[in-house]
């Protein structure tokens, strides 16, 4: 098993060039403001690797699915390779800048830091978590994963509007940020009003080995609620990238997580595993104000009126909808739902009108 285990490390860090490579062949095309080559990245990563395990199924082999993962990132550069190379570039004219190089890494360290400390915080909740009894940092896992789908279509919209914001100045960045948040509302509170109603549900057809009557329905009903105010702190972040600032986020990102971690010694101790999610929301929402606060735009912005619409819409699948013992009401109604509120949400914000 060591061997085995060596041998397919080695073909899945070899993946490492294919993803440096097309986070930097991206730049330039964002840059102009071209994102659907750039977003054809992950599709193009996993594709070998999801036709492999679907076509071999059981007769899959460990190795031959680290192969696919090699493959994939060859995959995924190569529709880059046409636009970089009009842009100019040339992979045998290497040239630096020492200007540049050291703007790079004085604008790059805060992110590297922030991103050290996010991983921090991820292993005190895994530690946390592993004294709160046997299964629950599987729960803990298992909850993330599930919470970390709505988060894709997030990412790819915190991209676009860096993009974006990166060319404009004053208020037209800042209109841009507010239809930015909009967006982020709406693609959020629908997703955790939904995974709030719906999680005994979710976790009965996605994991038929895990107990629908267990912890982990609940579970990943709480980590839903830091997701609708999480989804405002990475644009914010952006806002603040957008003009050069890397260090401003990463000094309120580093406040919330020393509250989140101070939650993460006391809350459990009360609450048990929800205390984590508990923790995670106490983080997420002083982060978000510190951002808004230290950027002058709590007074600009509509977050007390959408937070307040947050509140009480996911209050309301908590009490009425996640206690359902119906599987087929239970999945229709926050099915409803969440679409009910995508559609009202999007009448009301339209994110998308200039």
Known sequence: AHDQAAANLRW??????????HGLFSIPLQARQRFVLPGLGSLLFNLPPVLYLFIRGPASDSAELAMCFFAGSVLMCLPLLAPVWSFGWR?????GDALA?????????PLLASNLASQGLALLERLI???L???AVTWVNLARKLINLPLIALMSLNQVLLGLMSGEQGQQRLALLRRGLDAATLLSLPAALGLIGASPVLIHLLMPAQSADGPLPALLAWFATPLVFGAWNAMLARYAYANGDTRLPLKCELLGSLVN???LVMLPYFFGLPGIALAALGGVIVTNLLLMQRQQLLGQLG????WGLSVVLLGIAALVLHPLHNDGWQLGLSTLAGAGVLVGLGLWLKPWKA
């Open 261 to 263: 971690a101070g939650l």
């Open 12 to 21: 899945l860090a070899a993946c490492a060039p294919g993803l440096v490579m």
């Open 101 to 109: 190089g050291r703007e790079l890494l004085g604008r790059i360290g």
């Open 129 to 131: 978590a592993s004294y």
């Open 303 to 306: 977050w007390p009126l959408q």
């Open 133 to 135: 009894g046997e299964g």
């Open 91 to 95: 992979p045998w004219q290497v040239k």
